[in-house]
């Protein structure tokens, strides 16, 4: 009798994953995110939701930023990161899920102004010199600022701006791209991610960087050890290696790791 009621349950328990929808079951995995990714994320956890009835709880900042914060204790279980080094210390440290780590976006950079016919399409407005402001992130804490750098060099511009009021810096991109877009700034190096969508600029006017000016900036994903044992945070990582994810990726103009 005993058995039977055994069995009974388990039907029953059955019965009920098979009826009730996925949000009954719904967890949530929390999220940090590079700057950069922010908006492709968005998109992404809203096809994730709808498919798993997962949520996501994002937070975004700079990559030096994130990772200081998943060291200093942050209950954060999926790391988005601007470049492949921070999730890989993570690894190595013991703070990440050895082997979880993978590419999910190769980032580009863009020379972008608010203004239409402001930047040419060979970046010929930073010869000019006749700008108040360019704008770039922290090279020290995000991966496309340092790529700003590398590019300014490869033109032979930096020693011109390095320590002027010519070169303003961002905490991160997110800064970066907003001093651009209020106008503080006439132009700036910024994420295409950020003003690109479905093939096309969004606003103003643009130089996509010629890829070989700076370091592939190679998008690191890694599964946390605070989340190793939810399974919100697996199902977020798996989806984010899926053909869904891929097109929303490619959508805001990365690039896939293939």
């Known amino acids: 009798m005993q058995g039977f009621k055994s069995l009974f349950a388990a039907a029953v328990v059955l019965t009920l994953a098979a009826v009730l929808p996925a949000g009954a079951w719904a967890g949530e995995v929390s999220v940090a995110v590079a700057a950069n990714f922010t908006a ?132 991160n991109i997110a800064q970066a791209h907003q001093f651009v877009s209020t106008g503080n700034a006439e132009l700036g190096f910024v994420a295409l991610s950020q003003v690109y969508k479905e093939g096309k600029l969004t606003s103003g006017s643009g130089w996509i960087v010629p890829a070989e000016y700076y370091a592939p900036i190679r998008q690191d994903a890694a599964l946390l050890v605070k989340g190793k044992d939810n399974p919100a945070a697996t199902a977020f990582v798996d989806y984010l290696k899926g053909k869904k994810a891929a097109a929303v990726i490619e959508s805001f103009g990365y690039q896939l790791n293939k």
Do not use: C
């Open 40 to 171: 492709p994320l968005q998109a992404i956890a809203a096809g994730f939701e709808k498919d798993t009835g997962h949520k996501v709880v994002a937070s975004s900042g700079s990559t030096g930023q994130l990772y200081t914060q998943v060291k200093n204790g942050a209950p954060f279980e999926v790391f988005l990161a601007a470049d492949d080094e921070r999730p890989a210390q993570l690894e190595t440290e013991g703070d990440a899920v050895a082997g979880s780590r993978f590419t999910y976006a190769i980032g580009t950079l863009v020379l972008w102004s608010a203004r239409e016919g402001y930047v040419d399409g060979k970046g010929d407005v930073l010869k000019k010199n006749d700008y108040a402001h360019l704008s770039i992130a922290d090279p020290a804490k995000a991966p496309y600022g340092a790529a700003a750098v590398e590019t300014l060099k490869k033109l032979g511009l930096y020693h011109m701006l390095s320590g002027t009021e010519k070169l303003v810096t961002g905490n």
